[in-house]
C-alpha cells in the first residue's frame, strides 16, 4: 500500500554507493524498486552545487556574453555570465533548490561583476528549475539584468579563462539558430526574458 500523500509513481531507493564524493561533485550509483515492486540497478546521480544564470544587456540593448573553453563537450562556447552559489549554509551542494533569493540574486551580482566587470540596479528573477532532472539534484537560478553598466575589471578564477564579448538581439538569436549558442539553460533563460520584456510592453 502506497504512503499517504505519496505518489503512486514515485521510486524506492534502496541502495545507495557514493562512487565520488569530495567538495565538488558527489557521484551516486543507485538501486530503485519500481511502482510494480521489480527492483533495478544501477541508475547514476549526482550532486553539485545550484548556480545562476544571468541574461545581461548594457545600456545600448546589447547583451553581455562571454566565451570559454568547456571539457565536457571540448569546445569553446558563447553563453551568458554564470556561476555556483556559494551557500550561506557552508554547504557545497544537496538540497531542493530551496535557497533564499537574496543568496542566489547576490551571486548573481558577484557572478556577473566578476566575469564582465558590469553592475545593474535593474534585476528581475526569471524562474528556478532543476539543472537536469534526470540524473541531477542541483537547481539553476535565472536571471535577467538589464542598464548594465562596466564599473570594473575582471575578476576571475584561477580556473577561470573567459572574453567578454557584446552581442546585438539579432546575433544572439543567430546563434542559437545555428547551434552555435551551447549551453541549453542559458537558451532558457534569454527565451523567458524576452517572454518578459514583451509582457512589458
Not at 543507485?30 to 550532486?47: H, K, M, N, Q, V
Not at 561583476?113 to 528573477?125: A, K, P, Q, V
Not at 575589471?153 to 538569436?173: K, M, Y
Not at 545555428?178 to 512589458?200: D, E, P, T, W
Request: aromatic content about 10%; glycine content about 6%.
Amino acid at each position: 500500500m502506497n504512503n499517504k500523500g505519496k505518489d503512486p509513481l514515485e521510486w524506492e531507493e534502496i541502495s545507495c554507493e557514493h562512487i565520488v564524493k569530495d567538495e565538488w561533485i558527489d557521484i551516486r550509483k543507485s538501486a530503485y524498486r519500481f511502482p510494480d515492486g521489480s527492483i533495478f540497478e544501477p541508475f547514476y546521480s549526482y550532486s553539485r552545487r545550484d548556480y545562476v544564470v544571468i541574461v545581461a544587456e548594457d545600456t545600448d540593448g546589447n547583451y553581455l556574453c562571454v566565451r570559454q573553453y568547456r571539457q565536457g563537450i571540448k569546445k569553446v562556447t558563447c553563453e551568458f555570465p554564470a556561476g555556483g552559489i556559494e551557500r550561506s549554509d557552508g554547504k557545497e551542494y544537496g538540497g531542493d533548490g530551496d535557497l533564499s533569493a537574496e543568496d542566489a540574486l547576490g551571486a548573481a551580482k558577484r557572478e556577473l561583476l566578476e566575469e564582465t566587470g558590469y553592475e545593474s540596479d535593474d534585476w528581475e528573477h526569471l524562474l528556478t528549475l532543476p539543472s537536469n532532472a534526470t540524473i541531477a539534484d542541483n537547481y539553476a537560478h535565472l536571471f535577467s539584468a538589464k542598464s548594465c553598466r562596466k564599473v570594473a575589471g575582471q575578476s576571475l578564477d584561477d580556473t577561470e579563462f573567459l572574453n567578454v564579448e557584446n552581442h546585438t538581439p539579432d546575433e544572439i538569436e543567430e546563434m542559437i539558430q545555428n547551434g552555435r549558442f551551447q549551453q541549453a539553460m542559458h537558451i532558457v533563460a534569454y527565451l523567458l526574458s524576452i517572454r518578459r520584456n514583451k509582457q512589458k510592453q
